[in-house]
């Protein structure tokens, strides 16, 4: 069954800390995604990677970064927290699978992370 | 960037009803994706259409696609409270692995 698991359900920290959320996929995935989801907003993507070493930002990037030292681990990382990043964060993975000219790029999520930077 | 955006924003409905939601989008798209979130968890797939089909089924899911329209429905038969949830269309702009969400049709299911 595919799994991707991040490494904390809840999380509290203070303004200027520099905090770090894990992402682990189970699935020998390429790509790997980190989302923030405030209402109202929907889901906003902040950045992905395609590959090991490799990353792209996405539509809100601003205050984060990133790290894929392995294929199976993504992390964002908050260099200075600041209470406008309380936000729940979705990390999400999918293949680069093929079926003749046809492609399958749907994502899969996993549980969240609800962030709140104090 | 562009986003799909559905409607209704909020819907109610007792059990045994159908739940229809729709999904507009603004530019030519590869793919449409459907997705649930239930209270406070993450995303999980219901289902995909490509551009060139107009119609798809999963067990009490039935996707349509009007590429003309630029829209999409989600229609969910024989609701059950289970159904309760949040639903995304998501779609597929560049033909590679980045997806486009909107905001999501929270649905309420009574019993």
């Known amino acids: 069954d595919v799994k991707v698991t991040q490494s904390s359900r809840y999380l509290v920290k203070r303004t200027g800390e520099k905090v770090f959320l894990e992402c682990v996929q189970d699935?020998?995935?390429?790509?790997m995604f980190w989302y923030r989801q405030d209402p109202g907003l929907g889901l906003r993507l902040i950045y992905f990677?395609?590959?090991?070493?490799?990353?792209e930002k996405g539509d809100i990037p601003e205050g984060y970064s990133v790290s894929r030292e392995k294929k199976e681990r993504f992390s964002l990382i908050l260099e200075s927290a600041s209470t406008n990043q309380t936000s729940m964060y979705l990390c999400?993975?999918?293949?680069?699978?093929?079926?003749?000219?046809?492609?399958?790029?749907?994502?899969?999520f996993g549980p969240g992370t609800r962030l709140t930077v104090l | 960037s562009q986003q799909g955006e559905e409607d209704p924003q909020a819907l109610s409905i007792q059990e045994g009803e159908n739940a229809t939601m729709n999904c507009s989008y603004k530019?030519?798209?590869?793919?449409l994706q459907w997705y649930r979130q239930n209270s406070g968890r993450g995303l999980v797939h219901l289902i995909l259409?490509?551009?060139?089909?107009r119609e798809k089924h999963s067990g009490r899911l039935r996707v349509t696609l009007d590429t003309s329209k630029k829209s999409s429905s989600l229609l969910i038969t024989a609701s059950r409270a289970a159904d309760t949830a949040s639903y995304f269309c998501?779609?597929?702009?560049?033909?590679?692995?980045?997806?486009?969400f909107g905001k999501g049709t929270m649905l309420l299911v009574s019993p």
């Open positions: 990677s395609y590959d090991v070493k490799m990353k």
């Open positions: 998501a779609t597929d702009l560049s033909g590679y692995s980045t997806l486009t």
């Open positions: 530019t030519s798209i590869n793919n």
């Open positions: 999400a993975s999918t293949p680069l699978r093929t079926s003749g000219p046809l492609y399958y790029n749907e994502q899969f």
């Open positions: 699935m020998d995935h390429e790509n």
């Open positions: 259409i490509r551009s060139n089909e």
